[in-house]
């Protein structure tokens, strides 16, 4: 079972979009439609933003969106703010009912 | 609201064994899996391995040979046990509920805070 590759690092300006992405196998994203996405703020416990692809937690803004192609997903955030700046981990089920996450990728807003 | 809050030793001498305990508040352990994850200091996030209040459980493939996840309804607890560590087990050690539907696990929906677990080298 090896981790799903993300970017190590993303970047953007205030108000500009970026995405992340989140690779997988036929045995986890690709065969699931579990994946989730956390945000994790420096010494804070991880925070669900997007779970089952693409569908947000009550009280997350409408800038975050989840996609997924193939055994690819994606993390959408737009119009970025300050407060965006975060770890950003993306997670899936996987075969035999386990769980894999990403490496992480570390948002910087400019 | 779903609280979960860990506890056990900070410091494990190497080749001992880790312990840790997860008490939640708020919400019956009998319902949902209930998950330990662990993030070395600095790296990304590792699934560890979680727990149906039957007993029944499920391990990171990497970890499973020294790994234990036990559970004690009538405290409303569950437990890590992870033995033979090494300082490469320095992690923050999280516990976590998995919202899971038709036993599938969905994803984490409720956090603890975390607890850092250091094993000098």
């Known amino acids: 079972q090896s981790a799903l590759t993300q970017p190590a690092s993303v970047s953007g300006s205030p108000g500009q979009s970026i995405a992340i992405s989140c690779t997988g196998t036929?045995?986890?994203?690709?065969?699931?439609?579990?994946v989730s996405w956390y945000q994790q703020h420096p010494g804070k416990a991880p925070k669900v933003i997007i779970y089952e692809v693409n569908k947000r937690p009550s009280g997350v803004s409408d800038r975050f969106s989840g996609s997924k192609s193939g055994n690819t997903a994606s993390l959408t955030i737009a119009g970025l703010q300050a407060e965006d700046e975060a770890d950003y981990y993306c997670?899936?089920?996987?075969?035999?009912?386990?769980?894999?996450f990403g490496g992480g990728t570390k948002l910087t807003v400019l | 609201q779903v609280q979960l809050q860990e506890s056990g030793p900070g410091l494990v001498k190497p080749s001992e064994t880790l312990s840790l305990t997860c008490t939640v508040s708020g919400y019956s352990i009998t319902t949902y899996y209930w998950s330990w994850i662990r993030q070395p200091p600095g790296k990304g996030l590792e699934w560890i391995g979680y727990i149906y209040y039957s007993g029944s459980t499920y391990y990171n493939p990497s970890l499973k040979s020294r790994v234990t996840i036990s559970v004690d309804t009538s405290k409303n607890q569950f437990s890590l046990k992870l033995t033979s560590v090494t300082a490469a087990d320095t992690a923050v050690y999280y516990c976590a509920r998995i919202y899971s539907e038709r036993w599938l696990p969905y994803f984490f929906d409720f956090w603890g805070q975390g607890t850092l677990v250091t094993v000098p080298s």
């Open positions: 036929g045995s986890d994203v690709g065969s699931y439609n579990l």
């Open positions: 997670c899936s089920c996987a075969d035999s009912n386990t769980l894999v």
